[in-house]
C-alpha cells in the first residue's frame, strides 16, 4: 500500500537553534498531515496539522510546510529546547479514510 | 492531560498465556484505533471500530482480537501469547475532523 516515509531517522540540533525535520508522502489523494511528537515512554503527541489547501501554517515555536507538487511535508521548530528531544511522526490521511499512516520517525536529539 | 487510558502500561507474560490489554477513553469518541509499535519504528494500524459492535482488521495482520461492546472501551485480546507478540500497543481515538488521541501505551513481554 502507499506509505509515508522520512528522509533522516536521526537529527542532532545545538540547543538554541532551529530545526528542520523532513517527511515524504506517496499518496497523491491524502489531503490531511499532521505532526507527531512521542516521548519516551509515551504515546504520540498531536504537535500541528495542514490541510492541503494550506502551503503552511505556524503554532508555537513550530511551522509546517506542505510542497503538494513534489509531496513534500515538513515541520520547522525554532529555537529548539531539551524538552524537544523525542521521536517525530508525520501522518497522513483523506478524506473519507479516516484512518493515519505513519511514517517511520525522526529522532531528534538537542545537544545542550 | 490525557483523556485515553491504557492498562497495564508495562506487561512481562509467559508463551501461552491469554491476556487482555485495555483501553478506555472518557471523551465521548466513535471512531478508536489499536496500533502497533516497535521501538523506534513507525505505528501499524491491527484494529479498528468506528463505533459499538463495529470492528474491523487493520493494516498489519494481526492474531489479536477485538471488541467494542461500549463507546468508552475498546480492549485488545491475545489468546495465546508468544515472543513475537512483543511490542508496543498503543490505542487512540477521535471524532469527526480526524486529529487522534493517543494512550501512554502498553509494553508488552513474551518470554
Known amino acids: 500500500g502507499e506509505s509515508v516515509g522520512l528522509h533522516l531517522p536521526t537529527l542532532s540540533v545545538q540547543e538554541g537553534d532551529n530545526s528542520i525535520i523532513n517527511c515524504a508522502y506517496s499518496n497523491s489523494a491524502s489531503d490531511y498531515f499532521i505532526w507527531y511528537k512521542q516521548e519516551s515512554g509515551k504515546g504520540p503527541q498531536f504537535i500541528i496539522d495542514?490541510?492541503?489547501?494550506?502551503d503552511k501554517r505556524q503554532g508555537q515555536r513550530v511551522t509546517v510546510l506542505l510542497n503538494k507538487t513534489v509531496k513534500h511535508l515538513s515541520l520547522q521548530i525554532a529555537a529548539t529546547q531539551p524538552g524537544d528531544s523525542a521521536v517525530y511522526f508525520c501522518a497522513e490521511t483523506y478524506f473519507g479514510n479516516e484512518k493515519l499512516t505513519f511514517g517511520t520517525g525522526t529522532r531528534l536529539t538537542i545537544i545542550p | 492531560e490525557a483523556d485515553i487510558y491504557q492498562t497495564p502500561r508495562y506487561l512481562v507474560i509467559g508463551t501461552g498465556k491469554k491476556i487482555t490489554l485495555e483501553c478506555s477513553q472518557t471523551m465521548g469518541h466513535d471512531k478508536m484505533y489499536w496500533y502497533q509499535q516497535d521501538p523506534g519504528m513507525e505505528l501499524h494500524l491491527i484494529h479498528y471500530?468506528?463505533?459499538?459492535?463495529?470492528?474491523e482488521k487493520g493494516d498489519l495482520s494481526s492474531e489479536s482480537t477485538v471488541s467494542r461492546i461500549r463507546t468508552e472501551h475498546f480492549p485488545l485480546t491475545l489468546e495465546s501469547a508468544r515472543p513475537s507478540h512483543t511490542s508496543q500497543y498503543l490505542c487512540?481515538?477521535?471524532?469527526?475532523?480526524?486529529?487522534?488521541?493517543f494512550g501512554s501505551g502498553t509494553r508488552l513481554t513474551v518470554v
Open positions: 471500530s468506528y463505533g459499538v459492535n463495529s470492528t
Open positions: 495542514i490541510r492541503s489547501n494550506m
Open positions: 487512540a481515538s477521535n471524532e469527526a475532523d480526524y486529529g487522534y488521541t
